[in-house]
């Protein structure tokens, strides 16, 4: 059976409508439901509404800290898309600085960076789920710390430096207000986020090199 019904002027069915001034406005039954399917909305049965919630599910990898590295252009972690049908959006990016263990630091220049290739090596994260009863996240999304291969440096999307010393006024501001937001707060209000398609990856690379300093990690994204 057609979905849509053809009428003719003077014939056929009749169309509810209602007079303003002379002028008819045809009246609509409100329902809902799938292609083929219709159900009337009523105190039974009332238009269903999501208020508040984000339907899409969030991840999170939290890195805990990890030593500074002796070594110019060392990647502290990456985050890959393998999956050939999804995509993850990144929302949040934050650095946490430790400011517990006593270092004699230097002033750190960082590396926010898209990558062209999955990381290998190094320690593999496990993600956390806000809400345990959702989905668990693609085995084909990953995130490893200190990868000690793969995970080439693409795209720069940002280069900062902060200092390794613990003692640093910045520094300590930063950690106490729960490290240093990556993503650009414009990306962060419109929900856009950095996108990352299938074979894409992110990463942060720690330019300077120093083995002083202690740095943990949290990025959170969803997966559509």
Not at 9 to 38: F, L, M, W
Not at 183 to 202: A, D, H, K, T, Y
Request: with cysteine; proline share 5%.
């Amino acid at each position: 059976m057609a979905d849509n019904v053809d009428i003719t002027p003077g014939t056929g069915a009749t169309v509810a409508a209602d007079e303003i001034a002379g002028v008819k406005y045809q009246r609509v039954k409100n329902t809902y439901g799938a292609d083929g399917a219709a159900t009337d909305v009523s105190r039974a049965t009332p238009f269903p509404v999501t208020q508040g919630i984000d339907p899409t599910p969030a991840y999170f990898y939290w890195i805990a800290t990890q030593v500074h590295v002796a070594a110019a252009s060392t990647c502290h972690w990456d985050l890959w898309n393998d999956d050939a049908a999804l995509m993850v959006r990144v929302v949040s990016i934050r650095q946490i600085p430790n400011i517990v263990t006593a270092v004699t630091g230097v002033a750190t220049n960082w590396r926010l960076a898209r990558t062209t290739s999955l990381g290998t090596g190094g320690a593999a994260q496990t993600a956390w789920l806000p809400d345990t009863s959702q989905t668990a996240l693609d085995a084909d999304i990953t995130c490893r710390s200190k990868p000690t291969g793969g995970a080439a440096e693409g795209t720069d999307l940002a280069d900062y430096a902060l200092s390794s010393e613990e003692t640093n006024v910045g520094t300590m501001q930063i950690a106490s207000m729960g490290g240093l937001e990556l993503v650009p707060p414009s990306l962060v209000s419109n929900g856009e986020g950095i996108l990352l398609r299938p074979s894409q990856g992110v990463s942060v690379w720690q330019k300077t090199s120093s083995s002083a300093g202690n740095t943990g990690w949290l990025i959170g994204f969803t997966v559509e």
